[in-house]
């Protein structure tokens, strides 16, 4: 079993959806979790960081930690064709190595 | 002005060939990666090195060997490339080491 799980999608909705990505994780120590943004043929780019439980909002993005849970989301409100990318999420234990889900490939068609 | 640059960007070689993958941060970051991200999108970290220091060393084949002149250059030397080794690798630096990282925009390896 991975460390962290993603449903690689792919997730198809119409502009203006709310979208909701997740991750599951096994490692109870994980302490800050990280939603990144890769689009076709680039790097990923970070698009939210929290520590701990609890909810933080950017803009049209949300993302929610659940460590009881042992679950990540990223809502995405509003969503538009330029939002279609690979979502990943990825975690770590205080400083050691920040560990990757798969990714979930979203597709917002007008 | 790019961050995180890579170079090259494409790299076709035929298998048992040495080839290297150059990277450079200017962004005054002290820690630096490389990771491998195989057909199915997954990351996996490779090396981390902090301000020159090699701090992560994961099971990696010991064909691949990482050098950090200094701590805004991390290069990746691969050799007697494989089949398997065909991915696309990517740099990345952060402040410090429980920071998000900015990742380069990757170099597409493929060996034939």
């Known amino acids: 079993q991975k460390e962290v799980e993603q449903d690689p999608g792919p997730l198809s909705v119409p502009e203006g959806a709310i979208v909701s990505l997740n991750c599951t994780y096994s490692?109870?120590?994980?302490?800050?979790f990280m939603w990144y943004r890769q689009y076709s043929r680039k790097g990923p780019e970070l698009l939210m960081y929290?520590?701990?439980?609890g909810n933080k909002e950017d803009g049209r993005f949300t993302a929610q930690v659940d460590k009881s849970s042992k679950y990540i989301s990223l809502f995405i409100r509003d969503s538009q064709p330029s939002d279609s990318a690979t979502y990943l999420c990825a975690m770590r234990r205080n400083t050691d190595k920040l560990i990757f889900g798969t990714g979930t490939r979203l597709q917002v068609f007008p | 002005d790019t961050a995180v640059s890579q170079t090259p960007k494409y790299l076709v070689t035929q298998m048992g060939n040495d080839k290297s993958i150059k990277c450079e941060q200017n962004?005054?970051?002290?820690?630096m990666y490389w990771y491998k991200q195989d057909s199915k999108k997954f990351l996996k970290i490779m090396f981390s090195?902090?301000?020159?220091?090699?701090?992560i060393n994961e099971t990696v084949p010991n064909r691949f060997s990482p050098k950090s002149p200094d701590k805004a250059h991390l290069n990746l030397h691969i050799n007697s490339l494989e089949l398997g080794d065909s991915a696309v690798y990517f740099c990345?630096?952060?402040?410090?080491?429980?920071?998000?990282?900015?990742f380069g925009s990757g170099t597409r390896l493929t060996v034939v």
């Open positions: 490692n109870s120590a994980f302490q800050y």
């Open positions: 929290t520590y701990s439980s």
């Open positions: 962004l005054g970051h002290d820690t």
């Open positions: 990345a630096s952060s402040p410090g080491t429980a920071n998000g990282y900015t």
């Open positions: 090195y902090n301000n020159k220091e090699l701090i």
